[in-house]
């Protein structure tokens, strides 16, 4: 049990529509940092937010947008969704300062996109 | 950019066996090093890690040391068991990716009775 959550589990989307997938960080927490990990491959890093400001993005195009909130939730945002989208998406988060050891996971949100 | 390579799998051994799981890295200058485990339906968990050369890690009986000389982090247990059933991940961390985690493509491991 990280303390971090997720929802939705699983998802099904067609292409072209938006999603929006969201993530509850430990309490305190002020770092949030989304991956996309298709399918038989290791974790991309997509972005980091930091008091509720990006502050740091991987090889991910615009559309893939995030929010945090100061309440420690944060989403992850895709528009126009392409059949590659389909992975699963994990947040961690963080206190700012500390180590990456400290970064927790959730469990992740499947993503399909037919 | 920096990268990690991980032996490919899947990997499947009988209980009690020993378990090595290779992985190489490339990166500027010196980066950590860390083991992550993902089992089934959970999210990622930090197994254990390497901050600098011959450091080693260990947990839960899991080791890997810090080659630079070959620039290296294998993963070692003596003994697995059914419960070590999982995929594992390879990542590097450093000043050269700024300080974000690069994966390895992971390394499915299933322990059989």
């Known amino acids: 049990e990280t303390g971090v959550t997720q929802s939705p589990t699983h998802l099904i989307k067609t292409r072209g529509q938006q999603v929006t997938l969201r993530c509850s960080s430990q309490s305190g927490h002020n770092t949030v940092s989304w991956y996309q990990q298709a399918l038989g491959q290791g974790p991309q890093f997509i972005f980091q937010?930091?008091?509720?400001?990006?502050?740091g993005r991987g090889n991910f195009p615009p559309r893939f947008s995030g929010l945090q909130f100061p309440n420690y939730s944060s989403e992850l945002n895709v528009n126009a969704l392409e059949l590659d989208d389909s992975a699963l998406y994990l947040c961690a988060s963080r206190l700012a300062g500390e180590v990456l050891e400290t970064q927790y996971f959730g469990p992740g949100t499947r993503l399909l996109v037919l | 950019g920096d990268s990690v390579t991980q032996m490919e799998g899947p990997v499947t051994l009988s209980e009690e066996a020993f378990l090595t799981i290779n992985c190489t890295y490339t990166a500027t200058g010196y980066p950590s090093l860390f083991w992550y485990v993902q089992y089934p339906g959970e999210g990622l968990q930090l197994l254990l890690k390497?901050?600098?050369?011959?450091d080693k890690g260990s947990n839960k009986g899991f080791e890997a040391t810090y080659r630079k000389e070959t620039t290296s982090f294998h993963l070692e247990k003596g003994s697995v068991q059914v419960s070590d059933s999982a995929v594992y991940f390879c990542a590097l961390s450093g000043r050269s990716n700024d300080y974000k985690l690069s994966f390895g493509a992971g390394t499915t491991v299933t322990v059989r009775a």
């Open positions: 937010y930091y008091r509720e400001e990006e502050n």
């Open positions: 390497a901050t600098k050369a011959d």
